[in-house]
C-alpha cells in the first residue's frame, strides 16, 4: 500500500475530515484543539516514502513580534524530543511540523497516527505561547512556563 493511500485510510478510519490540495501531493484539514483551531496539511512524497504534517496557526505573527517569537519558539523547541516549531520570517507564518522519512520500509497506521496526534497536542499546548507572545502581551519565558506548566 503507498504511503498515500495508508495516510487516507487512517484518516478515514479515524474520522478526520480532509481534502487533497490541488496540484500538490498534500492532504488538508481542520483541527480544534483546547486552545483553539488551526489547519493541518499532510504532505506525502511516496516516491521518497516521506510523511511530512504541518499544523500551521490560524494567525500570522505580526512583524513588529517576530524576534521575540523566534526566541519563544527556540526555547519552546529546545525540549522537544519530537517535531518542531518553524516560523517565516517574511510573512509570520508559524507551523510545528513532525516528519518521518521511511524509504523502502513500509507505513502502518499506528505509526503515521502517532505523527499526527504529536504534531496536534503539541501545537496545542504551546498555542497559548505562541497567541500571547505574537500580540505582545507575554515574554518568551512567561509564554514557556505556561505552555510548561499543563504537565505539572
Not at 516560523?87 to 524509504?103: A, I, N, P, Q, W
Request: net charge negative; glycine share 8%; proline share 3%.
Amino acid at each position: 500500500m503507498s504511503l498515500r493511500a495508508m495516510a487516507e485510510a487512517m484518516l478515514q478510519e479515524d474520522g478526520w475530515q480532509y481534502a487533497p490540495v490541488e496540484g500538490q501531493s498534500t492532504l488538508a484539514m481542520g483541527f480544534r484543539g483546547r486552545n483553539g483551531s488551526w489547519m493541518c496539511y499532510a504532505h506525502i512524497d511516496d516516491e521518497r516514502g516521506v510523511l511530512v504534517i504541518y499544523s500551521v496557526t490560524a494567525k500570522a505573527v505580526p512583524e513588529v513580534t517576530r524576534q521575540v517569537m523566534a526566541d519563544f519558539l527556540t526555547r519552546a523547541n529546545f525540549g522537544l524530543v519530537i517535531g518542531n516549531f518553524e516560523m517565516d520570517f517574511s510573512d509570520g507564518e508559524t507551523r510545528f511540523k513532525t516528519s518521518v522519512e521511511l524509504g523502502q520500509t513500509e507505513a502502518t497506521a499506528v505509526l503515521l497516527r502517532k505523527l499526527l496526534h504529536v504534531n496536534v497536542a503539541t501545537l496545542d499546548r504551546y498555542l497559548p505561547g505562541i497567541e500571547g507572545v505574537a500580540e505582545g502581551q507575554l515574554h518568551p519565558i512567561e509564554a514557556i512556563a505556561l505552555c510548561e506548566q499543563q504537565d505539572s
